[in-house]
């Protein structure tokens, strides 16, 4: 209820303009307002490292013009002064932690027209407070490079997650907001987003199985940590292999076609009779591609995708765990209860569209794997496999790579290399691109701005401000997207701070970035961070550059997506603000960026080459994306796969053999039984993490695909860089956060009013639409 994982779902506020707020805020909002940064281009901030440490140096703050545009003061991240140590952000946690608790004691004590005219946004104000440490403490223990730090979030966020979980429980809180959405004289006088929020923490509270005993709401308290902690601990070892290495009888590999170079490079066990594959780094994948023997390639992809008999155990303990808390809350599957307030209503309409579109794409994905069969039919003397089944039936997993490699090599390309390719993008170009695309569609460009000392957790993160021509600056964004030493996270984006307006009566802004409206009331600025591994490479004396790819271009699209959500999705209240929307809708922004990265006409505008500036040629990029893009079906075919695991593990069948149910044996036999690229071999299902943040919603990936092809089709794709279109999509979707029903804004936007109740239709229309 206070708190949904990262997916979260803000009260018209009237600000008493004489009153002693509204001079604390204005102060605060214009305190360190002027972005810090002289009129250098975005791309400089990222691709040019001596403008980058000048500008930052304290021989830039010499001058008198520059002791005032540069001065830099000590504070805490995020301009939070708290957290300038471990202990601060203990401090900051159990100063809110008070503050929460005072609010509550408040909210119990008045039961007077005025408090349940206030009631709903106290509780989004409780929420609030109660948010801003467990966003927090996500962040640090994700990203943090410092231990103790990532230990104080850790500790902050399981003592935090309790607390909510014990209010999530509270009947004589449920009460108090039944009462107030029943009564007519209270409920009228609402704004329609404080009933919008009321409805959905009421059906929060219910879920949460608010009217049972109390001895069952205990078991439900301590389900939920439980889930939590041992979901963390699954996240934590979805990167490790079984095994540190694989044994692979040299014979086996000295009478192959694998290079000299290669083995040279392999050690032997002690009686030198195996090589020793690690089962990470370059060697395995190489031998993947290389070996023409396919149980070398059958054991090595194996090992690879294989994870320990401790991880299962984990897996089996979570999914064991989340049955129990669906029989507890009398659900037929832990699925039925996870879809409650989604767009898809039903565990059957989820896997009636993973199979429509499975369907849909299985002819495709054979004939894209065709070549494969066709291959190792030759290799293996066989007769040509024809027919769908015959196809997927001979190709496995570990014949992928092989025999693509071999395939390219039988048939050449002229196609430009990866390397060229990315010689045109590289970081700062990239930035540059994203901001005149916003500024183009939305109004809005990205500019730098210097952070104060202390204000980020690493010297190589950048802070971008987000300016609205209309509004000025409206949002934040942190970029820590620079390889590091013990950075491991994958490409992700954190809301540390969600955009909402002020609370009556709220008056300490220290710990908070504030923005001005239009009609001169504030808001909580959204801040938010976002975090890529991107390795720079020397190209000159002190110089690098980091050159992208353009699947980390997509990345970088997908990524910014979310931040554009937040930064746009303004709602009064914080629950219903920016991503703070139904899961399976989350991901509708980000994927639809998706398509403008893979859009010539955008790459064209962006790709500059990083020696002579010229831009990359259209036919260039064609040619690659052609030898690069012709498995897509296959990938598509693959994604649903991962959504009908994640269906089949949170199923009814989990709860009737509680005591038997056997993760691998269920994994093995689903890919059986779903044909393509076959895994009976390893236990790949312990190392699928979203199996804990995605559980029973991971199809959200695939139906947001689907819808967001269909709205590129619609607005995007004869102008990419259409305004008209842009504002169309900002105005009926993306501002709406969690507060318009989805299917409503999908019907706007495609201007499709069948699709405005959702249901069996509308899923089977949306999966029968997708475009490959």
């Not at 509780?123 to 109660?130: E, F, I, Q, V």
């Not at 307030?341 to 065709?370: C, R, W």
């Not at 050159?547 to 997908?558: D, I, K």
């Not at 139904?582 to 509708?588: C, S």
């Amino acid at each position: 209820m206070f708190y949904m994982a990262t997916l979260k779902r803000g009260f018209n506020v009237l600000i008493p303009s004489l009153s002693r707020q509204s001079q604390l805020i204005r102060s605060f909002a214009t305190a360190g307002a002027v972005s810090r940064t002289s009129s250098k281009s975005i791309k400089n901030i990222f691709d040019d490292n001596s403008y980058w440490r000048s500008i930052n140096s304290q021989d830039a703050n010499n001058s008198k013009i520059a002791q005032y545009l540069f001065q830099k003061t000590k504070t805490g991240l995020f301009k939070n002064p708290y957290l300038t140590s471990p202990d601060g952000l203990r401090q900051f946690s159990q100063v809110s932690l008070r503050q929460a608790q005072e609010l509550l004691e408040r909210m119990r004590n008045d039961s007077s027209e005025n408090g349940k005219l206030t009631y709903i946004m106290n509780l989004d104000r409780l929420s609030d407070t109660l948010c801003r440490v467990i966003d927090l403490c996500e962040f640090i223990r994700s990203t943090h490079p410092d231990d103790a730090f990532v230990k104080a979030a850790q500790d902050c966020y399981e003592q935090m997650f309790e607390f909510m979980n014990v209010l999530n429980t509270d009947v004589s809180l449920c009460n108090m907001l039944k009462s107030v959405l029943n009564s007519p004289e209270i409920s009228s006088k609402l704004s329609e987003e404080e009933l919008k929020v009321g409805k959905i923490l009421l059906d929060d509270f219910e879920k949460s199985g608010i009217y049972m005993n109390p001895d069952v709401r205990e078991n439900f308290i301590q389900l939920s940590q439980e889930i939590s902690l041992i979901g963390q601990e699954f996240i934590n070892h979805t990167d490790y292999p079984g095994s540190n290495s694989v044994k692979i009888p040299c014979k086996e590999l000295d009478n192959s076609n694998v290079s000299t170079f290669l083995l040279k490079q392999l050690n032997k066990d002690v009686k030198g009779q195996n090589y020793k594959v690690p089962t990470f780094g370059y060697a395995a994948y190489a031998l993947l591609k290389s070996c023409e023997k396919e149980q070398v390639r059958k054991k090595l992809w194996t090992a690879l995708h294989s994870c320990s008999d401790k991880q299962i155990k984990r897996l089996n303990h979570l999914l064991k765990l989340r049955a129990n808390l669906a029989n507890l809350m009398h659900k037929e599957s832990y699925a039925e209860y996870q879809l409650e307030g989604k767009m898809a209503k039903t565990p059957k309409d989820v896997q009636d569209f993973i199979l429509t579109l499975m369907n849909d794409t299985i002819d495709k994905t054979a004939s894209e794997l065709k070549f494969i069969a066709e291959l190792k039919a030759k290799d293996l003397k066989k007769p040509l496999a024809t027919s769908t089944d015959e196809i997927l039936k001979l190709v496995r997993p570990w014949d992928r790579d092989y025999y693509t490699g071999k395939y390219l090599q039988l048939n050449p390309s002229n196609a430009p290399s990866a390397k060229e390719i990315s010689s045109y993008f590289t970081l700062g170009n990239v930035i540059q691109g994203l901001s005149d695309l916003f500024q183009h569609i939305y109004g809005i460009k990205l500019e730098p701005a210097i952070a104060d000392e202390g204000e980020t957790w690493s010297p190589d993160v950048r802070r971008l401000n987000v300016i609205s021509e209309e509004e000025g600056i409206i949002g934040v964004i942190y970029c820590d997207l620079f390889q590091r030493s013990g950075k491991t996270s994958n490409p992700a984006h954190f809301t540390v701070c969600c955009s909402r307006q002020i609370y009556p009566n709220e008056t300490d802004f220290s710990t908070i970035q504030l923005g001005e409206n239009a009609d001169g009331s504030f808001f909580q600025l959204p801040v938010i961070s976002l975090v890529c591994n991107f390795a720079p490479i020397p190209i000159a004396s002190k110089k690098s550059l980091c050159f992208l790819q353009l699947s980390e271009v997509e990345t970088l699209f997908h990524e910014m997506g979310h931040a554009m959500h937040s930064m746009l999705g303004r709602t009064h209240m914080q629950n219903i603000s920016g991503t703070r929307c139904a899961t399976d809708f989350v991901e509708l922004p980000s994927i639809l960026m998706e398509h403008f990265a893979k859009d010539i006409r955008i790459l064209t505008r962006i790709g500059k080459h990083y020696e002579t500036g010229e831009t990359i040629e259209a036919d260039m990029l064609q040619s690659f994306m052609r030898t690069t893009n012709f498995l897509q079906n296959c990938e598509t075919y693959s994604q649903a796969k991962m959504a009908m695991l994640d269906q089949s593990f949170h199923d009814e069948e989990v709860i009737s053999s509680i005591h038997s149910y056997d993760v691998v044996k269920n994994y093995q036999a689903l890919e059986l039984r779903l044909k393509v690229l076959v895994d009976d071999q390893s236990n790949w299902c312990g190392r699928f993490g979203h199996l804990f943040g995605y559980g029973a919603t991971y199809y959200s990936y695939l139906f947001d695909r689907t819808i967001a092809s269909k709205i590129w089709y619609a607005l995007f794709e004869d102008d990419p860089y259409s305004r008209k279109n842009g504002d169309k999509f900002k105005k009926h979707l993306l501002k709406w956060g969690g507060l318009k029903d989805p299917w409503k804004c999908i019907a706007d936007v495609l201007q499709c009013p069948m699709l405005k109740e959702g249901g069996s239709e509308a899923m089977e229309f949306i999966a029968q639409s997708h475009k490959s």
